[in-house]
Nanobody
Framework: GVRLVESGGGSANSGGSLRLSCAVD????????VGWFRQAPGKEREGLSA????????IVADSVEGRFLISQAIDRRTVYLQMNSLTSEDAGTYYC??????????????WGKGTLVAISS
């Protein structure tokens, strides 16, 4: 299986930036991509961006296009989410997940426990 551990959450000012990290331990045939998802209170989990572990053009949701950037370390053991121009709409729990190359939650097989992001105006 694949173990995922998120870090880097916390509080940021509106308009500010945060970088989340996802430590990826292991590999599996059903985990060719790693993605970032977000869930705000009272809302459904939303796929933000995903990257193929073998490299290539990432998938990015329209809602964060141009503000959020996914990347991975050369050793492919860490996946990052650089978040810029943050707004109150970006607050929530951010999850790292591994599975198919998709922004659908049901396409993901392995999940981290999440890291909380709060935005202050």
């Amino acid at each position: 299986g694949v173990r995922l551990v998120e870090s880097g959450g916390g509080s940021a000012n509106s308009g500010g930036s945060l970088r989340l990290s996802c430590a990826v331990d292991g590999a599996a045939r059903d985990a060719e991509c790693v993605g970032w998802f977000r869930q705000a209170p009272g809302k459904e989990r939303e796929g933000l961006s995903a990257i193929y572990r073998g490299g290539g053009v990432p998938i990015v949701a329209d809602s964060v296009e141009g503000r959020f950037l996914i990347s991975q370390a050369i050793d492919r053991r860490t996946v990052y989410l650089q978040m810029n121009s943050l707004t109150s709409e970006d607050a929530g729990t951010y999850y790292c997940a591994a599975g198919e190359c998709s922004l659908r939650s049901d396409a993901m097989v392995y999940w981290g426990k999440g890291t909380l992001v709060a935005i202050s105006s």
